[in-house]
Nanobody
Framework: VQLQASGGGTAQPGGSLRLSCEAP????????MSWFRQAPGKEREGVSC????????YYADSVKGRFTISRDNAENTVYLQMNSLKPEDTAVYYC??????????????????????WGKGTLVTVSS
């Protein structure tokens, strides 16, 4: 399974970007999908997750109210709309899945070690 993240770039503080995650040859409909990010010198951290069964969404506190995860099953694509960007959002962003139907609960939800498949990251830089 190859996940492909795209849409990264440079934005000014307060700006917006939309990331996309596609998986040619792999149907994303059935699986919970997650976004992670890794800033220079920091550990990879979970950003958001969307379940497959009912579309429930979950966010890290650091992005809640600013980022929105969504999925378009017809397009076999998962999106991460990022608004009100801050310099601390600068990171390489990755999409991933653990091939479960729903996002995990509690502390395991955003554990990178739980993910089975990863895409190559896309760099987001927030700078004036």
């Amino acid at each position: 399974v190859q996940l492909q993240a795209s849409g990264g770039g440079t934005a000014q503080p307060g700006g917006s970007l939309r990331l996309s995650c596609e998986a040619p040859g792999f149907t994303l409909d059935y699986y919970a999908m997650s976004w992670f990010r890794q800033a220079p010198g920091k550990e990879r951290e979970g950003v958001s997750c969307i379940s497959a069964s009912d579309g429930s969404t979950y966010y890290a506190d650091s992005v809640k109210g600013r980022f929105t995860i969504s999925r378009d099953n017809a397009e076999n694509t998962v999106y991460l709309q990022m608004n009100s960007l801050k310099p601390e959002d600068t990171a390489v962003y990755y999409c991933a899945t653990d091939t479960l139907t729903n996002c995990r609960v509690g502390g395991s939800r955003f554990l990178p070690t739980r993910m089975e498949f990863w895409g190559k990251g896309t760099l987001v830089t927030v700078s004036s």
